[in-house]
T-cell receptor, first 111, second 113 residues
């Protein structure tokens, strides 16, 4: 069974600070996706990374896929209250159709 | 922006009753999925559907569950005889190819009483 562990599970910081969320596994994934989920809504895709070592930037968000395709990180620069939410990582299982989700990181940015 | 549409948004049903959850995926997408999320838990894979057939299913997706794409636009999940533990948020998702991200619907909150 492939598992993705996210850390931290909860993070509360002040506006303007930087933060990093980690997504780790002992398994290799074909792709790694990051989603943001609001209460009572479905996950919304932020980014997909497929190549080991790949780095993608989305404004103040930087996503990295580990060289061995077993882990990923999400770095937010100068966090804003609008970044508050639940961030989920999800790995594409090799040779399969499904995604395996982490348990999520609940991020709170205080003004 | 194209959306995945799910109906109903909430469904309350008695234990043992059949329910059908409906989804309209994005029109040019080829892969279709159902996931569920029990309150406070991880999002879990149920089933994937490609080329008009199930391509993969999880252990959760037992004989009580079935999926259909009856008319080329709708994608349904049927639970034949609901149990209390089926209470969850059910998400439909679709994508255009294997290495693309998913577009999820807003979900159907199913409550079995």
């Amino acid at each position: 069974t492939q598992l993705l562990e996210q850390s931290p599970q909860f993070l509360s910081i002040q506006e303007g600070e930087n933060l990093t969320v980690y997504c780790n596994s002992s398994s290799v994934f074909s792709s790694l996706q990051w989603y943001r989920q609001e209460p009572g809504e479905g996950p919304v895709l932020l980014v997909t990374v497929v190549t080991g070592g790949e780095v993608k930037k989305l404004k103040r968000l930087t996503f990295q896929f580990g060289d061995a395709r077993k882990d990923s990180s999400l770095h937010i620069t100068a966090a804003q209250p609008g970044d508050t939410g639940l961030y989920l990582c999800a790995g594409g299982v090799q040779g399969a159709q499904k995604l395996v989700f982490g348990q999520g990181t609940r991020l709170t940015i205080n003004p | 922006e194209p959306e995945v549409t799910q109906t109903p948004s909430h469904q309350v049903t008695q234990m043992g009753q059949e329910v059908i959850l409906r989804c309209v995926p994005i029109s040019n997408h080829l892969y279709f999925y159902w996931y569920r999320q029990i309150l406070g838990q991880k999002v879990e894979f149920l089933v994937s559907f490609y080329n008009n057939e199930i391509s993969e299913k999880s252990e959760i997706f037992d004989d009580q569950f079935s999926v259909e794409r009856p008319d080329g636009s709708n994608f349904t999940l049927k639970i034949r005889s609901t149990k209390l533990e089926d209470s969850a948020m059910y998400f439909c998702a679709s994508r255009t190819g294997q290495f693309y991200g998913y577009t999820f619907g807003s979900g159907t909150r199913l409550t079995v009483v």
